[in-house]
Nanobody
Framework: HVQLVESGGGSVQAGGSLRLSCAAS????????MGWFRQISGKEREGLATIDSRGITAYADSVKGRFTISKDKSKNTPYLQMNSLKPEDTAMYYC?????????????????WGQGTQVTVS
């Protein structure tokens, strides 16, 4: 069983940056898709960014050019560098992992995800 724990959230002013990290207990595998989702209060969960086993990344239009996903290859866990943050980025952010390919993880929801870390932009 895999448990994911996010860290790095907090409060920041508009235009600022944050870097989210994800720690995993239990083994994650290099072939898995890793990603980040968020849920804005009152809205559905949104897939933000994914990175696959080849290092290929994909982003939602809402964060493209501002957010960057990367992966700690030794731990098979993802990071999310968030720049030029906007008030509308305020949300709970979740780390995600799935043995499936990334498009399936985003479409059906991740098999594993954490408890979330709050990001507030004012």
């Amino acid at each position: 069983h895999v448990q994911l724990v996010e860290s790095g959230g907090g409060s920041v002013q508009a235009g600022g940056s944050l870097r989210l990290s994800c720690a995993a207990s239990g083994r994650t595998y290099s072939k898995w898709c890793m990603g980040w989702f968020r849920q804005i209060s009152g809205k559905e969960r949104e897939g933000l960014a994914t990175i696959d086993s080849r290092g290929i990344t994909a982003y939602a239009d809402s964060v493209k050019g501002r957010f960057t996903i990367s992966k700690d290859k030794s731990k098979n866990t993802p990071y999310l560098q968030m720049n030029s943050l906007k008030p509308e980025d305020t949300a709970m952010y979740y780390c995600a992992a799935d043995p499936a390919v990334c498009v399936i993880m985003v479409y059906t929801g991740p098999k594993y995800w954490g408890q979330g870390t709050q990001v507030t932009v004012s």
